[in-house]
């Protein structure tokens, strides 16, 4: 890792790996290990896991990805959850950052690409380690549960390999395809999110979402988890 990379240590105020809550939990999960792939494999699922995946999650504010906001509400999307990962890997001394991707989606709910108005998930966020002298990815969205109820393997990660999402379904149906990637960044790009958000849900909609949150105090009416499993088209 060379000087520039020392980024991916340093704590942001969305990042926030310094924060007292972050540092607290960390040193619980990893419960003493010295070994930084163990710690990495040991955060990973307590994020998988241990925050409830919510795509009706706030997403318009830098507080909506602070990880210790993440942390202490116990769910969000996929930015949300990748944010927290990332800080608990720089509160472990693990250089961590955070990745982007356009996925195709081709099992979710009814209601939620009706809500999108496309199977496209734009700037899908994951985690890069850099463990073993190589960046790894770590993909933390969906939590056990919740792949159980959509048929699908939960992801898993062991430090050495990316772990990324599956293309098939435990039924062999197309999971997710990852359309675009956009690199990784040592911070989160809110900005750059709305607006790839506005362009391809339409401007209109994501102010609508925004409106409904502000109205609602950031609280979302819908129920992803009782939702009807979408088939695909």
């Given amino acids: 890792m060379n000087q520039e990379d020392k980024k991916y240590l340093t704590p942001t105020a ?3 790996s310094d924060h007292r809550a972050i540092i607290a939990y960390a040193r619980e999960i990893i419960r003493g290990s010295k070994d930084p792939v163990e710690q990495a494999v040991n955060i990973y699922y307590a994020v998988r896991d241990g925050i409830w995946y919510s795509p009706y999650y706030p997403f318009y504010l830098p507080e909506h990805y602070r990880a210790s906001n993440v942390l202490k509400s116990g ?3 996929c930015v949300c959850k990748a944010s927290l990962l990332c800080a608990l ?10 990745g982007f991707a356009d996925v195709r989606n081709h099992l979710a709910t009814k209601q939620l690409i009706e809500f999108l108005g496309t199977d496209l998930f734009v700037y899908h966020g ?4 850099y463990l073993e002298q190589k960046w790894v990815k770590a993909t ?3 939590n056990v549960e919740l792949c159980e109820r959509h048929g699908v393997a939960p992801l898993e990660f062991n430090g050495l390999e990316d772990s990324v999402f599956q293309p098939y379904s435990l039924e062999k ?3 997710m395809e990852y359309v675009t990637d956009y690199g990784t960044y040592a911070d989160i790009p809110v900005d750059t999110i709305v607006a790839a958000w506005k362009k391809a849900y339409g401007e209109k909609r994501v102010t609508n979402w925004i409106t409904r949150f502000e109205k609602s105090g950031g609280i979302s009416s819908r129920d992803f988890d009782r939702e009807e499993i979408w088939k695909g088209p």
């Fill in 14 to 16: 969305i990042i926030d």
């Fill in 75 to 77: 769910r969000g999307y």
């Fill in 89 to 98: 890997g720089r509160a472990c001394r693990i250089p961590s950052r955070i």
């Fill in 126 to 129: 994951f985690v890069e380690f």
């Fill in 140 to 142: 933390p969205a969906f």
């Fill in 173 to 175: 149906k197309q999971f």
